[in-house]
């Protein structure tokens, strides 16, 4: 069987892959090898992903609660910019994951060197991501879903394959097509109860946190699966790219009109008025009960008055 330079099955006459995905258990063995192997790995990812994140996120919050007026344009704007920053910070550090999972003999210079290189086009496919599956479950549930599945392997295609923006989408759409339920059952079978997990209370958000690079492992293995039963997939078509573009474009549109509605009925001077009112409400007062009775007036000034 011929392949691509990036090791991927590439269409050649009589190809005849693997009938049907590997299933549960043996996606998620590879996946547990694969997460001890680059553990050390990970460990520096999430050292140079969360710190950052985490005093930005201290400083933002340090400037809503020190400021009298939240809503100041000075005060708005470093708090626009830290979020800013935060989000870059955090697409890097997925960015990173990526790599570290699509090439495991990277070392951790190169794969960082490589993520930061791969930040825009990280950042543009996040985006476009975003506002697809945002339009889809604007159309309800099950087409959001659907969507959410379709495109689940767009990042590994962008480190993998090298295809950007709507082409990462539509080849990661194609490799799906014709296997939506098998795909979604194995993706299910994993992410659902990690997500369940993550809300148990105290533990559940870093359990969550810690085991994020073995269901992005996971779903790794998946794609790897795909790609080995159908070989490569065909090139999208211009037609193809408009028509998912016009989807994309509704939902910046939904997401734009969600923002601008919920800025123009959510006073945050008023909620700060609020809670600073509700924290003078609940300060302790002095006692006047138990206050010393003001001494007794002697009886001749009195008569001096």
Known sequence: MEENKEGLPSPVDGFNGPRKLPGIGVLFGRSWDLYRKRLQVFSLIYLFYLTPVMLISALCYSIWKTFPHPLNPLVAAWIAVGVLMAVLVSLWGQAAFVYAISEPELAAKALFQKSTQSL????WLYLLF?????AGFVLLIVPGM????????????LAREGRTGMNALIESREYVRGHWWPVFSRLFAVWAPAYAVSYVPGIGPLVSLLFMPLLMAYTY???EGLAAMKGAVREPTEGQRKRWAVLAVIGVIVTVSAAAYTASHFDLRSVWLEETGQKAATAPRPDTNNSPAPPPVPPGSLRSI
């Not at 975003?130 to 945002?134: E, G, P, R, S, V």
């Not at 659907?146 to 295609?157: A, D, P, Q, R, Y």
Request: overall charge positive; charged content about 10%.
């Open 120 to 123: 825009r086009k990280f950042t």
């Open 130 to 134: 975003m506002a697809l599956t945002i």
């Open 146 to 157: 659907i969507l959410v599945v379709w495109f689940s392997f767009s990042f590994f295609i």
């Open 221 to 223: 293995n998946l794609y």
